[in-house]
């Protein structure tokens, strides 16, 4: 009886011994496991910019002009007349046929407008109508820009100070430059990282979460808008380590 109860005692203590070791034990995990959670916990957040510039290769140019006449059947034959030369023009100085378009005329009645002063002398139905080039030939559309004044001296009067009248330049290969910048912009916010982590004693780690912005494209400045400037900024968060 007096063995059976040492037993038991012995039993008890070693039970005892084995739940105070499994509890260190698991002490032990939960604090490596805090530690290293806090470990991962330290990010940093980096930018990466790549910005480059290239010429627009599409160009739109509305050549807008006007005319006037007292009498609507010869306004429309001045209207086609004008269109025409335009085009032979265009044509003859190397822009394709399917490269150049025209809208319908605006036509404006004087007498039908309440506010008219019925001035005699002016013409009663004036007209405006544009000419619009669509290329891909920059250079030669540009140099065409200003040679225009020589069918100013043929009678036809131009105008071009409207908002729908502006020459329009675009860059459409952003598919073709996309994989590159992106690599750059990624390439440059990791070398910020990197030296981030070295000026604080740390190690970089892994990328966390990262996330490309917008594409922007705009001319590099008012006075060269066929001069596209591209950029875009990547955003990368990496894991910091001791």
Same mark, same amino acid.
């Given at each position: ?14 039970? =005892? ?9 698991? =002490? ?5 496991? /805090? ?7 330290? +990010? ?11 010429? /627009? *290769?599409? +160009? ?6 006007? #005319? ?5 059947? @010869?306004?429309? /034959? ?22 150049? =378009?025209?809208? @319908?005329? /605006? ?5 039908? !407008? ?16 544009? $000419?619009?080039?669509?290329? *891909? ?5 540009? #140099?065409?820009? !200003? ?17 729908? @009248? !502006?020459? #329009? ?23 910020? @990282? ?18 490309? =912005? ?6 590099? *400045? ?9 950029? $875009? ?10």
């Amino acid at each position: 009886m007096q063995q059976t109860g040492r037993t038991w005692v012995v039993s008890a203590s070693i039970l =005892g011994l084995c739940l105070l070791l499994g509890l260190a034990a698991l =002490g032990y995990q939960l604090g490596s496991s /805090a530690i290293e959670y806090k470990q991962m916990d330290r +990010v940093v957040t980096v930018k990466g910019l790549s910005e480059r510039e290239y010429p /627009a *290769d599409v +160009v739109i140019w509305p050549i807008q002009f006007t #005319e006037a006449s007292n009498n609507l059947e @010869a306004l429309y /034959a001045s209207l086609e007349r004008s269109t025409g030369m335009i085009r032979d023009f265009l044509e003859s100085r190397g822009i394709a046929s399917e490269d150049i =378009g025209s809208s @319908a005329p /605006a036509i404006n009645d004087r007498s039908a !407008q309440t506010y008219s002063s019925g001035d005699e002398g002016q013409f009663r139905y004036t007209a405006s109508q544009t $000419v619009t080039v669509y290329s *891909d030939e920059v250079d030669n559309v540009r #140099e065409l820009m !200003q040679s225009l004044s020589a069918l100013g001296k043929q009678g036809i009067v131009f105008t071009g100070g409207g908002y729908d @009248a !502006q020459v #329009e330049y675009l860059f459409t290969r952003l598919n073709d430059v996309k994989p590159d910048m992106i690599e750059e912009a990624t390439r440059k916010a990791r070398e910020v @990282a990197e030296k981030f982590a070295e000026d604080s004693d740390s190690r970089l780690g892994k990328i966390r979460n990262a996330s490309q =912005g917008q594409f922007s494209i705009s001319p590099r *400045d008012t006075n060269n808008p066929q001069i596209k400037q591209v950029r $875009v900024v990547s955003t990368v968060e990496y894991y910091l380590a001791d």
